[in-house]
């Protein structure tokens, strides 16, 4: 089984819809994160948590929401979905190795019609 | 807004040349740098950490710092087809630990 597995893999849902994604992880690291991918901009942070009460927004958080439901699950939500939401959507964490370099899951290609 | 610099390539080399891959950071204040690796469709993954100036050799790998001229820069030595891939460089600026990406090099290498 994978450290840090994403659910669902590929996700199309409609403009308006509500849609989670969802992280889980066996490697017992406290920090959590989800990074949205596009092409030609990198990686960008949406938010991170460091456990259960501490939630963080990173740089592009509006429109989404998070929950940390327990130290190896952490979820995305996107509350109302917007075709600019298409994107590759990647969880990760860190802690544990010393150099708290990031796991990342498999990730959930997200497309939003 | 801290920002990391990458090439976006692609960068061509054949087969069992090295590699050069650099990436330039804005935050003097960051304190640790990383090499991920992300083939298409994957996730990234990690194949090289540096914290202190210098060079950090890990097998056909190698990381070098300049903390001076804020620049981190990987080079794959006898580059093989099988690394053919985009180069993410992550930099760690503060305690929270998050890491700010490069957009990333995409390296092709020619058999």
């Known amino acids: 089984d994978a450290d840090v597995t994403q659910t669902p893999r590929n996700r199309i849902t409609k403009t308006g819809k509500r849609i989670m994604l969802e992280c889980s992880q066996t490697?017992?690291?406290?920090?959590m994160y989800w990074y949205r991918q596009d092409p030609g901009l990198g990686l960008r942070l949406i938010y991170y948590?460091?456990?259960?009460?501490?939630?963080n927004k990173g740089e592009i958080s509006d429109g989404y929401s998070v929950s940390r439901q327990a130290q190896a699950k952490f979820s995305l939500s996107l509350e109302s979905a917007i075709p600019n939401q298409t994107a590759l959507y990647f969880c990760?964490?860190?802690?544990?190795?010393?150099?708290?370099?990031?796991?990342f899951g498999s990730g959930t290609r997200l497309t939003v019609v | 807004q801290k920002e990391v610099e990458q090439n976006s390539g692609p960068l061509s080399v054949p087969e069992g040349a090295i590699a050069s891959l650099n990436c330039t950071y804005s935050?003097?204040?960051?304190?640790?740098f990383f090499w991920y690796r992300q083939y298409s469709g994957k996730s990234p993954e990690l194949i090289m950490f540096?914290?202190?100036?210098g060079d950090k050799e890990d097998g056909r790998f190698t990381a070098q710092l300049n903390k001076a001229s804020q620049y981190v820069s990987l080079l794959i030595r006898d580059s093989q087809p099988s690394d053919s891939a985009t180069y993410l460089c992550a930099v760690r600026v503060d305690s929270s630990y998050k890491l700010i990406f490069g957009s990333g090099t995409r390296l092709l290498v020619r058999p």
């Open positions: 948590s460091f456990d259960v009460k501490d939630i």
């Open positions: 990760a964490t860190a802690g544990g190795e010393g150099h708290y370099g990031y796991t």
């Open positions: 540096i914290y202190s100036n």
């Open positions: 490697k017992g690291h406290d920090r």
């Open positions: 935050d003097r204040g960051s304190q640790s």
